[in-house]
């Protein structure tokens, strides 16, 4: 199969990932997917490779030099997001594009999905490219099935081109990336590998070895509760000093809609509860670990000053760590991120490096022991039915995947 054959084929597989669920796969439909990816990989005479019980394809690529090669691993997770249904996805190939409105087929509750260079600038770098879309009613899995099928075809092309000298090439595919628990239960063990990359990036010939750093907050408030009837002085509602604090954040700075390039923000994500108990979640994103600790001591402090007012009332407020700045590990090791720079530009194409406005399984592999930059995959406007993906981006993965693996090789 190609890189497109195999892309078409694992869309239409539903691993849409649950945040509410406590259990790793968070869903089981998830395993259906590393079912097939293992079975296409014993195929291709990849006898190690196998699904575990959490939902993770752990394989190996042996090494076919005599030199003594770092071990790689490429990773990519098999999930979509919560954010959009995947289920029944219908992948659609607009081929040789013309640089127009793409106007998706089907509608949901009568509203047609289009695709406009003016909303996906990206699309102007794509005329005479073929773009694949879903057809309106869900997103596409672009995010990230195109790094799934880019690292199968790569293997499938070393395979079939022993002249190819590499190293041991590690190959890992994660679960519920999109609800942050991607390597919660990765063996890291196992996987015994020296550095890695995941296929998990937009533009073409982009790799971001800066992400943010990332904290979730929990304000739990607790109101006082009396029977309305008879509430006049007494009540005091935790729904509305839930509402009040949101409500007077800052509109004009500190949230997603307001900030760009290397500025953090704070944004809430869920209330819940009732009159007397609510529970305000928050993530909180910065480059810098100095930068989550001021807004967090500013969302503390805005906190506190909106409870002075309300006796009967107190909170509690819970910081979380969810992951960290990759930076901070892989300048320790630049040759990971000058390797990738040079494996882009031996595909023929600009390497362009750069910063995350979020974060990937890199980010936590990275502090488990794996320097692991993120390398683009080609995807765009991910977690939406406007998910579109260019063939010829991915095939200049699958290129960009396989010139990796002999650098590391050429340079040991």
């Excluded at 739990?220 to 309305?228: A, D, E, L, R």
């Excluded at 923000?265 to 993530?283: A, C, D, Q």
Aim: glycine share 8%.
């Amino acid at each position: 199969m190609t890189v497109i054959e195999r892309f078409l084929r694992y869309v239409q597989i539903d691993t849409q990932s649950d945040p509410e669920s406590l259990t790793c796969p968070s869903t089981e439909k998830q395993k259906s997917l590393g079912k097939v990816l293992v079975e296409e990989l014993l195929a291709m005479g990849v006898s190690d490779a196998h699904l575990d019980e959490h939902g993770y394809v752990y394989a190996t690529l042996p090494s076919n030099t005599t030199k003594k090669v770092p071990v790689i691993c490429f990773c990519s997770h098999m999930d979509t997001s919560p954010d959009c249904s995947g289920k029944d996805v219908e992948p659609i190939v607009h081929k040789n594009y013309n640089g127009k409105n793409i106007v998706l087929p089907k509608t949901t509750d009568g509203q047609k999905v289009i695709l406009t260079p003016k909303d996906h600038p990206d699309l102007l770098n794509q005329l005479g490219n073929d773009i694949i879309t879903a057809d309106g009613t869900t997103l596409l899995g672009a995010d990230n099935k195109t790094g799934v099928a880019e690292i199968m075809n790569a293997v499938h092309h070393l395979i079939r081109n022993p002249e190819l000298k590499h190293g041991a090439i590690r190959i890992l595919f994660t679960p519920d990336e999109e609800i942050g628990r991607g390597v919660d239960k990765a063996d890291m063990k196992k996987l015994a590998a020296d550095f890695g990359y995941t296929i998990d990036g937009e533009s073409r010939g982009h790799i971001e070895d800066e992400t943010f750093s990332a904290d979730g907050v929990t304000i739990t408030i607790n109101g006082f509760s009396t029977h309305p009837g008879f509430a006049k002085g007494k009540m005091q509602s935790a729904i509305k000093i839930a509402s009040e604090i949101i409500d007077t954040l800052p509109k004009k700075r500190l949230s997603p809609e307001t900030t760009e390039k290397k500025e953090g923000f704070i944004h809430p994500t869920s209330v819940n509860g009732t009159i007397e108990k609510m529970i305000l979640k928050f993530i909180i994103r910065d480059f810098s670990e100095s930068g989550l600790k001021k807004y967090e001591s500013f969302l503390k402090n805005h906190t506190k000053k909106i409870l002075k007012k309300y006796k009967k009332c107190s909170f509690e407020f819970q910081v979380q760590e969810q992951y960290r700045n990759m930076k901070n590990i892989l300048k320790k090791h630049p040759q990971v991120v000058e390797y990738a720079l040079e494996a882009i530009n031996r595909s023929g194409i600009k390497a362009i490096r750069s910063s995350i406005r979020g974060g990937t399984d890199g980010s936590r592999l990275s502090y488990m022991g794996l320097p692991c930059p993120n390398i683009f995959a080609g995807e765009h406007a991910f977690h939406s039915k406007q998910e579109w993906v260019s063939v010829q981006d991915m095939q200049k993965a699958v290129e960009t995947i396989v010139n990796l693996c002999t650098i590391w090789e050429e340079k040991s």
